[in-house]
Structure formats: C-alpha cells, structure tokens
C-alpha cells in the first residue's frame, strides 16, 4: 500500500493572531471554492495532540488505575473525569465576559436613549462614547460565543475519539464467540450513538452553572429597577426550571428506549444478512419484514417524543426573555 503523502497542518505555524482569528483555514476555503468540493488529498494532517493513539493512551491508562484501585466498583466516568479534570470547566470560564457583555449591552442602550429625550443635558460626545462601547461590547460577546464553541467542540470531540478508541481496542481483544454474540451492526451503533454521548455532555455541562449564575445576576438587576416586581419574574423562572427539568428526565428516558430499540433492530438485521441463503430457502422474507417494520416502528414514535420534548423545551429557552417582560409589564398595568 502506498503512504498518504503528507499534508502538514498549517495550525502548527499559525500566528497567535492566525489562530484566533482562524485565517489559517483560508487555504483550505479557497481550494473548496475552486474545485467545488474538498477531496482527501486537499485535507490536512492530523495535529499531534489530536491523534487517536495518544488520546486512547491518556483514557486507557487512567482506566487502568481505575481498575486497578476499584476492581469491584471502576467506573469510566470517574476515569474520564480523572483525565480531563478540570478542562471543560475552564473553557466554560469564556461564557462569564459573554454574559457580562449580554448584560451590560441593554443597560447602555437603555442609558444612551436618554440622549433623545427632550432637554436631555447629555453631551454628544458621551453619546458617541456609550454607542461605540455598545458596539465594542457586542464584539466582545461574539467572539467569546465563538471561542467557547469552537475550544468546546474540539475538547468534546477529542474525548470521543479517546472513547471511539478504547471500543476499537476492545473489539480486537474480543474473542470469535463474543463476537458472534453482538454482531457488527451492535458495534457499529455503540460506536455512532453510544460514544457520542459523552461528547453531548460536555458541550452542555457548562450550561448547568452558567444557568444559575444567569438566574442570580438577572434578579438583583431586576430588583435594583422594579424592586418587588422581581418576585413574579422569580416565580416564572422556576416554574420553567421544573418544566425543562421534567422535560429532561423525560428526554433521558425515551432516548435510552430508543438505543435498547435500535440495538434490536440492527442485531436482527445482522443475523438476516448472515443468514440470507437459509432466508431464502424457507421463505421468511415477509416475516422478518414484518417484525423490522414493527421494530423500526417503535423505533420512529420514540423519536417522535423526543423531537416534540426537543422542541417544547427549546421554545421554552426563546421565549423566556419576552415572556418575562410581559409577565411584568401586565402585573404593573393591573396592580
């Protein structure tokens, strides 16, 4: 087999300036849009720090010392959070200027627009000053949004891999009976769902304390303006906390029926292409339709629930903002 000719990374000769602004990929974009598509040969080498072997490496050896100092109770998640320790966290740190920047957008909108009042006795030059730190502040806020996402996505994706590796690893240690006894459709699914999992989790663990904090500054600025007021924005906001937490544990539920289900179904479609001659012979083509169609029917109504669970809670996320303003300005109206 002949080697992949090399295509070094220009990541790795990237200025701090070329990374952070990520015109180093601007090579890459102009070949796409010459040639209409990117083949393998256009794709550049993999970086060091995001090979397979070495991030296999770092997770399987903490997997080891798990099990060696918990036989009876290793758990991979204690492992996994032994080898990343406290990375996600510290990229979730971006989202505390983003916040801040969120914050404090209105506020200066809310203090310029005193500038149109009638007899408004602030100078043009302030004027100028809080539209151009508004601006600078709406800056801010996206390239921090960008920079979580972007720092977020390859250390999520950097994990799956470690996972996708340890299952590979695996697999070639299993023996001929157990391989017969999960087939390669079940592997190929814990490979394509079940790994990915953990790459989900990461990108939306930082939203678990980002949200209180949210919860927190959003009631004292609340209160420092309407004072009183405050408590009913405070009691939506913990009615939809209960309704998104119902929501999740109900998410939790139908997507581990959905896997028991499609792990069903791809063990039986496994075992009708092993055993396509003896289908054939005996005729069971429409019996084994029937009961894929069934499966795969089950299958499709879970994630059904899940799109429409998906989608009440998404809703709930958007509407939150006017929902409380409206909330409030019709409790000030009525009382």
Same mark, same amino acid.
Request: hydrophobic share 50%; charged share 15%.
């Given at each position: 087999?002949?080697?992949?000719?090399?295509?070094?990374?220009?990541?790795?000769?990237?200025?701090?300036?070329?990374?952070?602004?990520?015109?180093?990929?601007?090579?890459?974009?102009?070949?796409?849009?010459?040639?209409?598509?990117?083949?393998?040969?256009?794709?550049?080498?993999?970086?060091?720090?995001?090979?397979?072997?070495?991030?296999?490496?770092?997770?399987?050896?903490?997997?080891?010392?798990?099990?060696?100092?918990?036989?009876?109770?290793?758990?991979?998640?204690?492992?996994?959070?032994?080898?990343?320790?406290?990375?996600?966290?510290?990229?979730?740190?971006?989202?505390?200027?983003?916040?801040?920047?969120?914050?404090?957008?209105?506020?200066?909108?809310?203090?310029?627009?005193?500038?149109?009042?009638?007899?408004?006795?602030?100078?043009?030059?302030?004027?100028?000053?809080?539209?151009?730190?508004?601006?600078?502040?709406?800056?801010?806020?996206?390239?921090?949004?960008?920079?979580?996402?972007?720092?977020?996505?390859?250390?999520?994706?950097?994990?799956?891999?470690?996972?996708?590796?340890?299952?590979?690893?695996?697999?070639?240690?299993?023996?001929?009976?157990?391989?017969?006894?999960?087939?390669?459709?079940?592997?190929? +699914?814990?490979?394509?769902?079940?790994?990915?999992?953990?790459?989900?989790?990461?990108?939306?663990? +930082?939203?678990?304390?980002?949200?209180?904090?949210?919860?927190?500054?959003?009631?004292?600025?609340?209160?420092?303006?309407?004072?009183?007021?405050?408590?009913?924005?405070?009691?939506?906001?913990?009615?939809?906390?209960?309704?998104?937490?119902?929501?999740?544990?109900?998410?939790?539920?139908?997507?581990?029926?959905?896997?028991?289900?499609?792990?069903?179904?791809?063990?039986?479609?496994?075992?009708?292409?092993?055993?396509?001659?003896?289908?054939?012979?005996?005729?069971?083509?429409?019996?084994?339709?029937?009961?894929?169609?069934?499966?795969?029917?089950?299958?499709?109504?879970?994630?059904?629930?899940?799109?429409?669970?998906?989608?009440?809670?998404?809703?709930?996320?958007?509407?939150?903002?006017?929902?409380?303003?409206?909330?409030?300005?019709?409790?000030?109206?009525?009382?």
């Amino acid at each position: 087999m002949e080697d992949v000719q090399s295509h070094p990374n220009p990541f790795l000769r990237a200025t701090v300036w070329s990374r952070v602004s990520l015109s180093w990929i601007v090579d890459l974009i102009n070949i796409s849009h010459k040639q209409g598509r990117l083949y393998f040969h256009n794709l550049y080498d993999i970086l060091p720090q995001h090979k397979s072997k070495l991030l296999t490496g770092k997770l399987e050896k903490r997997w080891l010392d798990e099990v060696h100092h918990h036989e009876d109770s290793a758990s991979l998640l204690r492992a996994t959070a032994h080898t990343i320790r406290w990375t996600p966290i510290l990229i979730g740190f971006i989202l505390i200027p983003l916040k801040i920047a969120m914050i404090l957008q209105p506020l200066l909108i809310i203090y310029m627009m005193k500038y149109f009042e009638p007899c408004s006795t602030m100078s043009t030059s302030l004027a100028y000053l809080l539209a151009v730190f508004s601006f600078l502040l709406f800056l801010s806020s996206s390239f921090c949004h960008h920079a979580f996402y972007y720092l977020i996505d390859i250390f999520a994706m950097k994990v799956r891999v470690a996972y996708q590796g340890l299952i590979y690893q695996k697999v070639l240690r299993l023996s001929t009976h157990s391989l017969n006894a999960f087939g390669s459709g079940q592997i190929t +699914n814990v490979f394509s769902n079940d790994a990915t999992q953990i790459e989900m989790a990461l990108i939306s663990m +930082n939203f678990l304390w980002n949200a209180l904090t949210d919860i927190i500054a959003m009631t004292f600025l609340f209160w420092y303006f309407i004072e009183y007021i405050t408590l009913v924005a405070i009691g939506y906001t913990i009615i939809t906390v209960f309704i998104t937490f119902v929501i999740g544990h109900f998410l939790v539920h139908f997507r581990i029926k959905v896997l028991k289900v499609a792990d069903e179904r791809i063990k039986i479609m496994s075992e009708v292409i092993r055993s396509m001659r003896l289908i054939k012979m005996y005729c069971w083509e429409v019996a084994l339709n029937r009961n894929i169609s069934r499966i795969r029917k089950h299958e499709i109504i879970r994630y059904i629930f899940i799109l429409i669970l998906n989608t009440i809670s998404v809703t709930l996320s958007n509407i939150y903002s006017h929902m409380t303003f409206l909330i409030i300005i019709v409790h000030v109206n009525l009382f």
